[in-house]
């Protein structure tokens, strides 16, 4: 039986979380202002959900008088169309951006929800990093609390961030060298089943590094300070560049708070010819794994090649208003949850 959210007694106890929410939007939003940020609304239909393997789409096809189908999708994230704005001479753009991915959901996950996603032209991978601090510092503040809190765990975002990479990471929560089997999945699935990790024949590269990292290591990070878990396999970086001095490894980062991943930041790809390859390899794992592909955006490959070196973010607010307000669920925090048939909301 599903309880509605628009129940009188279900909306009192929810509204302060959503109270809280506009106040901290508000207090992101001018910290962006006041950091010199554009603020830009992409929209949500596009020729391309965008190209990861293990990321679904919702398909809405545009229908013209004739009754000509185009198909189109509702968008995984603004990337593609942000930057093609930086192409088009923007150079430091954020937005607040409703997204939506298909079969995602729970305490953590909403099949739509809100990703605050922005680009700095020019500036290293590091900026951003101290930028996603900063927003969770402003987080907190306007909530006037102390910490960012989840499941009995805390992190305070004023404490220095801890920056830590795969390899570091592999090595100090899975006792696995990763650097010895970037190219070897044999060797990689022997070292996790040596930690405790089932694995299964046709389970690839990729899905036992995502196992690895998802019971030994992303538990563990983002206690007490913000984590900053970086320097990914290239492999683990479709949208990355490749760090200048060691191209096995891309610059990408995710932060953490008490577990959570909050935020997906890269030094970003602007190689065209990289990116295409990078794409339809993602696309022909989709097809492998799922019997399903999405097209390339070619737009956005032939804006790439004007687009000026930058690096650029994604944070998921939802989940930062969770954390800094010390809700229960997402749907805490979200003023009309998705209608999930059959549960709570």
């Known amino acids: 039986m599903t309880t509605p959210f628009w129940r009188r007694d279900i909306h009192q106890d929810r509204r302060p979380f959503l109270l809280q929410r506009n ?62 704005l930086l192409a088009a001479g923007e150079t430091q753009i954020v ?69 830590l990479t795969l390899v570091d990471a592999f090595r100090r929560y899975a006792s696995i060298n990763l650097e010895s089997h970037l190219d070897d999945r044999d060797g990689l699935a022997h070292a996790a089943r040596d930690s405790g990790i089932s694995i299964s024949s046709g389970d690839q590269w990729s899905d036992i590094f995502s196992k690895i990292l998802v019971s030994h290591i992303e538990p563990q990070l983002g206690d007490g300070r913000l984590t ?36 997906n930041g890269f030094g970003e790809l602007t190689d065209a010819t990289e990116q295409r390859r990078r794409f339809e390899a993602e696309m022909d794992l989709k097809d492998r794994l799922y019997n399903e592909r999405y097209p390339l955006d070619d737009d956005f490959l032939t804006a790439l090649q004007t687009m000026p070196e930058a690096s650029g973010v994604a944070l998921g607010f939802d989940r930062l208003v969770m954390l800094a307000t010390g809700a229960r669920s997402i749907n805490d925090v979200l003023w009309t949850p998705f209608p999930k048939p059959g549960a709570a909301q």
Not at 45 to 54: K, M, R, T
Request: aromatic share 12%; glycine share 8%; proline share 7%.
């Open 23 to 84: 106040r901290i939007k508000a207090g992101l939003r001018a910290w962006f202002a006041g950091e010199g940020f554009v603020e830009v609304e992409c929209g949500a239909l596009q020729v391309s959900p965008g190209n990861e393997a293990h990321l679904a789409a919702f398909r809405a096809d545009y229908r013209s008088e004739d009754g000509t189908a185009m198909p189109l999708y509702l968008h995984t994230s603004p990337e593609f169309s942000c930057k093609k």
């Open 95 to 163: 937005d607040f951006a409703r997204v939506y991915r298909n079969g995602e959901i729970g305490p953590l996950h909403s099949p739509e929800f809100t990703m605050i996603e922005w680009y700095r032209a020019g500036a290293p991978y590091d900026q951003i990093m101290t930028d996603c601090q900063q927003l969770c510092i402003t987080a907190i503040d306007t909530a006037g609390g102390d910490s960012l809190r989840w499941k009995g765990r805390s992190c305070n975002p004023r404490l220095p961030f801890e920056r």
């Open 228 to 263: 900053m878990l970086c320097d990914y396999p290239i492999a683990e970086a479709a949208l990355a560049r490749p760090r200048a001095d060691d191209p096995r490894f891309a610059e990408r980062f995710e932060m953490y708070a008490c577990g959570v991943e909050l935020a």
